[in-house]
């Protein structure tokens, strides 16, 4: 018990961790398949894709209002200042939800149907580009002062930040290509299997490109890399995922050359994880990166142990429930798309 | 232009102008979900198909409604943080940890079983999509639960200290169920079902005065009725414990919503203003039409119960008047003429002329109830301006002043997602209003039968199903 009372915080890093990358691999894959409707030419196409993620992409989104109200119990701090100073990008990423999430009824409901396949499209590219510069911005610094953000509305707007929203875009995209491959088939599927090899070896690139950028921004990364800290084992880990993510595009590479139906999918899913996970143990403790000044730690920007502690009793025994009638919610829908059944058929 | 530096009322306007817009969709949500466990049960426990075609066209309104609901409730979470981060630095505690709970409880419980109750008719049992169809329910009224918890502490913060600013939580459940939950939480969850069955009912009416499957709607059109006997009667007595839950725990929203300068002296009884013009200036309203005792009786059940009065809160602690003052009235009329609407239907019914013959020649009723649909409406808004405004000048009851709990963002930047947000929830409510009507017009599909078709449906995808499964 005491250790776990010592460790609240971190407990919840992990926490959120979880939250933040399920939220990316599932809807991340939403985003992506609705970014690849807006270069796919055929309108019987894009509903077929549209259809693909119309069971589950609701659900999906749900996480990252979770992620959002564990963030604003777990680590006021956090929150508070990340999303004042991330105020456009964010505010860009929820119109982008808008135009994406009341695509689906309008479209059933409209007369007029190809304005809600491109509502679906551009909300996704929004909401990605904004979670992109958010993201960018988030581990390119953030100045604070006296806990609150003191920096200019633009200061995520860089070459850094481009970068990441790029990587994101990328990501997103290679995510929906490996999900439409195990959803769809035919012409689609063999034109998903392309996009996802042409996607991946973008992601693959850009996310090197961050790691470095990274790097040289933050001192205390470099310094990882060279196993000047005081431990070793943080540098081991980062040296261990780094190979670990090479190691999942490797095998996401082979799979899609083998034409296989779900493994694309389950190893961009490890290649999300490694990655991210890789990044955070280059900039950890620090959970609002700085440039400059001192970063705030995860135990300077987390809530009192109570509500940890209360917040983890409960989420422990929602976790299992909420992951059990999710799988099954996937596994009434499961198996390949092919067309719309339409409101009355359903 | 003045307005658009002042950067503490532009975040205002922008959480109000939100907040007003997006509670429209949630409070039909949570009622008609209500309604749709209520004809599927009924469904399955009779067997007869028109309760499966209520169900069926009822959904379509509910699943639009829901779509607009989620969409513009996701910027409501965020907005704590990009627009009021002092304040979620405050409060996040308890706060952030209320809404992570209506996230992770309510809002996935509904994400989850919606795609089920929406898509899949047939891929599973009808028991199954009934248990679907109640998780969707559940899942609604507990998010409810969890956001007027949430507001509710910005009433009346207990559960914990404030160090500097910051409250650090002691006790979660006292916090949770602080001194205004209960009634926050029973008299807007009534609201729901209020609106919702007025929606009904409204919607029945409109066929019925039209003749339009008359059999049909006269079977929601009596349900709401009976509906309205218990929850119109329910709402005014919460609404009364909501007075008295203010009077005690927060007496100048009390005096405010009252216009009551001065504290009654010791025998003698507190006059409640029928209308009036408060002036914060004068400290006194300009004119006023009172009835003498009635705000003691009100507030204390006692003729003579001491009322504090607004002078004894120095000026800057003093809410605004006019709007809570006028709004609370308006609620108050609007409830009391639903209620009269309630009486008015069970005349007609005890009459005998809520049948299908002489139904349609009951004009005025069946106007009555369509014009219900935009006051009940009315009546929950004017609720919450009642509720927030009065709460001011605080953002935290008698902690955290409004203004210093905003973000420190230029104007520019509030101004613009504001625009941005006005041009698109005024898209949203136009498309809205278009499809729902589009919705009406189609009306019900009477011919839809579920049993054989579900049947052979359900087979041809557990076919289909079995052979994906090996492909993979």
């Known amino acids: 018990m005491d250790a776990i009372n010592a460790n609240l915080p971190t407990i919840w890093l992990f926490l959120v961790g979880f939250f933040l990358l399920y939220y990316v691999v599932t809807d991340g894959a939403d985003l992506g398949v609705g970014m690849l409707t807006l270069v796919t030419r055929n309108s019987e196409e894009k509903k077929v894709m549209m259809d693909s993620i119309h069971s589950i992409w609701h659900g999906n989104q749900t996480w990252i209002v979770i992620l959002g109200g564990m963030l604003f119990g777990a680590f006021p701090l956090f929150y508070s200042i990340v999303l004042s100073a991330l105020y456009i990008p964010f505010i860009v990423m929820l119109f982008g939800f808008i135009f994406r999430g009341v695509a689906f009824e309008f479209y059933d409901n409209a007369e007029w149907k190809p304005v809600w396949l491109v509502s679906f499209g551009v909300g996704s590219l929004l909401a990605t580009l904004g979670q992109g510069f958010a993201l960018g911005g ?61 996607a991946g070896f973008a992601t693959a690139l850009i996310s090197a490109v961050i790691y470095f950028a990274t790097s040289l921004l933050h001192p205390s990364m470099a310094g990882k890399w060279l196993f000047r800290g005081e431990s070793v084992w943080p540098s081991l880990f980062l040296y261990f995922f780094l190979f670990l993510t090479l190691g999942a595009f490797a095998m996401y590479f082979r799979s899609l050359l083998r034409k296989r139906q779900l493994a694309p999918l389950v190893w961009n899913w490890l290649v999300v994880i490694f990655s991210f996970t890789g990044l955070s143990i280059g900039l950890y403790p620090a959970m609002i990166p700085s440039v400059g000044a001192a970063a705030l730690t995860v135990e300077e920007v987390a809530a009192s142990p109570t509500t940890l502690r209360f917040m983890l009793v409960v989420t422990l025994i929602l976790l299992p429930i909420i992951l059990t009638y999710t799988s099954y919610s996937y596994w009434i829908f499961r198996g390949k798309i092919t067309r719309d059944e339409g409101y009355e058929n359903r | 232009m003045e307005l658009f530096q002042d950067q503490v009322l532009l975040s205002r306007i922008h959480f109000a102008f939100t907040a007003i817009f997006h509670i429209l969709f949630p409070v ?30 009822w959904m379509r309104l509910f699943l639009l409604n829901f779509a607009v609901g989620v969409v513009s409730g996701i910027p409501m979470e965020f907005q704590f943080g990009t627009n009021w981060s002092a304040f979620s630095r405050a409060g996040g505690d308890i706060f952030g940890h209320l809404l992570g709970f209506e996230a992770s409880m309510a809002f996935m419980l509904e994400a989850a079983f919606l795609g089920i109750m929406a898509f899949g008719w047939k891929r599973v049992s009808p028991g199954m999509h009934f248990f679907a169809t109640c998780m969707v329910a559940f899942g609604g009224s507990l998010s409810a639960f ?34 205004d939950a209960f009634w926050g939480i029973t008299h807007m969850w009534l609201a729901c079902l209020e609106i919702s069955l007025f929606v009904i009912g409204g919607i029945s009416a409109w066929y019925l005065l039209r003749g339009r499957d008359t059999e049909f709607f006269l079977v929601s059109f009596k349900a709401m009725v009976v509906a309205a006997i218990v929850v119109t009667l329910l709402q005014m007595a919460t609404g009364d414990g ?18 009551h300068w001065q504290t009654n002296p010791e025998g003698e009884g507190a006059p409640w203003k029928i209308l009036a013009w408060p002036d914060k200036q004068l400290q006194a309203n300009v004119w006023e039409i009172e009835v003498p005792n009635v705000l003691s009786l009100l507030a204390t059940y006692s003729k003579t119960g001491t009322v504090t009065g607004l002078k004894e809160f120095p000026v800057a602690d003093q809410p605004p008047l006019l709007l809570p003052f006028y709004s609370f ?40 109830w369509m014009a219900a649909i935009p006051l009940s409406y009315l009546a929950m808004e004017t609720g919450w301006i009642v509720r927030e405004v009065g709460r001011q000048p605080w953002v935290i009851q008698g902690v955290l002043r409004t203004e210093e709990g905003v973000s420190r963002l230029p104007a520019e930047s509030v101004t613009g997602s504001l625009i941005g947000f006005v041009a698109i ?37 557990r076919f289909l199903a079995k052979k994906h499964i090996t492909r993979y």
């Open chain 2, 242 to 259: 909501a007075g008295k839950s203010i009077f005690k725990a927060q007496p100048a929203k009390l005096a405010g919503i009252e216009a």
């Open chain 2, 146 to 179: 969890w956001i007027m918890a949430a507001n509710s502490w910005m009433q009346t913060p207990v559960g914990g200290e404030f160090v500097g600013n910051r409250f650090i939580l002691t006790d979660a459940f006292a916090a949770i169920w602080n001194p």
């Open chain 2, 28 to 57: 039909l949500t949570i009622g008609l979900s209500i309604f749709l466990v209520g004809v599927e049960a009924k469904w399955l426990l009779t067997g007869q198909e028109r309760y499966y075609q209520h169900a069926r066209f």
């Open chain 2, 329 to 368: 009235r308006l609620m108050v009329l609007i409830g009391l003429l639903l209620a009269g609407l309630m009486v008015w239907s069970l005349w007609a019914w005890k009459k005998g002329e809520l049948v299908p013959e002489r139904v349609g020649r009951q004009k005025r009723l069946l106007y009555a």
């Open chain 1, 138 to 198: 988030l581990l390119g610094g953030i100045s604070v002062q006296s806990d609150s953000f003191a920096g200019h509305p633009d200061d995520w707007l860089n070459g850094y930040s481009a970068i990441a929203a790029a990587g994101v875009v990328a990501g997103y995209i290679m995510l929906g290509a490996a999900y439409l491959v195990a959803r769809t088939e035919g012409p689609l599927q063999e034109r998903s299997f392309r996009l996802a090899s042409a």
């Open chain 2, 425 to 461: 929830y005024t898209l949203l409510l136009i498309l809205f209003l278009l499809f729902a009507r589009r919705i009406l017009q189609k009306g019900p599909n009477l011919v839809d039968s579920p049993v054989e078709k579900g049947k052979s449906h359900r087979d041809i995808n």
